[in-house]
């Protein structure tokens, strides 16, 4: 009977989005600024709103500002994977809109592969000490858990499945033998296929085709929720080897 309490107690932690109320508080705040920032922007520019709905007006509009536009875009895809602050998908949804699904893949992918350079760099110039103060215990110690010989498959895995904390793990990644070039390799390849998908569902909004963009976007959400739910049988597949 403890065994089983003590399991449902772990499970119940493992879910547990913030870890102290404090934490919670902090977030809520936050949450109710940018809501009021957001209302009280779109009153002021109300007018000026449409051309978010019109898709043609807006590529035209962002291609006005000529290079800048996709080096914007480069360096938040970036930074979110170093200081994640939103979703590296929701970027691609807004690229593949913005910049159509080719494009919008591939200004991502720079990003995201120089977000994930800076990770990998990060993690073997500062060291362990460093990745425990800014990767989730919980994180870690999965990655811990992995056999050493197992660790390329692991972050593969990662990058590959929507819903696995793969920002998080360039950190973990970057405390590993395994050498840089492959590191990067391993981020390419396997965030490639989830960030087309993700410019796929924005270009084909941007194009008018709404609903094949709700059945696509809704077919990845589900695949990260199963990606996300499956964690720790997908991490479990490889500790202790």
């Known amino acids: 009977m403890g065994t089983r309490l003590e399991r449902l107690r772990s499970r119940v932690e493992d879910l547990r989005v913030f870890e102290s109320p404090r934490q919670r508080r902090r977030v809520v705040l936050h949450l109710a600024v940018a809501a009021v920032l957001l209302g009280g922007g779109a009153l002021l520019l109300r ?18 500002y000529g290079i800048w536009a996709p080096a914007v875009l480069v360096v938040l895809q970036a930074a979110q994977v170093v200081l994640a602050p939103v979703p590296g998908q929701l970027l691609a949804v807004a ?7 080719w494009w919008g893949t591939l200004y991502n992918m720079v990003g995201v592969t120089l977000g994930s350079i800076a990770a990998f760099w990060l993690s073997r110039q500062f060291g362990r000490a460093y990745v425990e103060r800014v990767v989730h215990e919980d994180a870690l110690a999965r990655f811990d858990a992995v056999g050493e010989e197992y ?10 499945v929507p819903g696995l904390p793969d920002d998080v793990l ?16 391993l981020a390419v390849v396997g965030r490639l296929p989830g960030f087309l998908l993700a410019n796929a569902v924005g270009d084909l909004a941007g194009t008018g085709q709404v ?11 589900a695949a990260s929720v199963l990606g996300y739910l499956n964690r720790d049988r997908l991490f479990g597949l490889f500790e202790g080897a």
């Not at 690229?95 to 699904?101: E, H, I, T």
């Open 47 to 64: 007018d000026r709103l449409a051309v978010l709905t019109d898709a043609p007006a807006l590529r035209a509009f962002v291609a006005g």
């Open 95 to 101: 690229a593949g809109y913005l910049f159509g699904v």
């Open 170 to 185: 360039c950190f973990a990644g970057g405390l590993t033998r395994i050498p840089l070039y492959q590191l990067v390799g």
């Open 151 to 160: 660790a390329r498959s692991v972050l593969f895995v990662c990058f590959l």
């Open 211 to 221: 609903g094949t963009a709700a059945v696509l976007a809704a077919l990845v959400l």
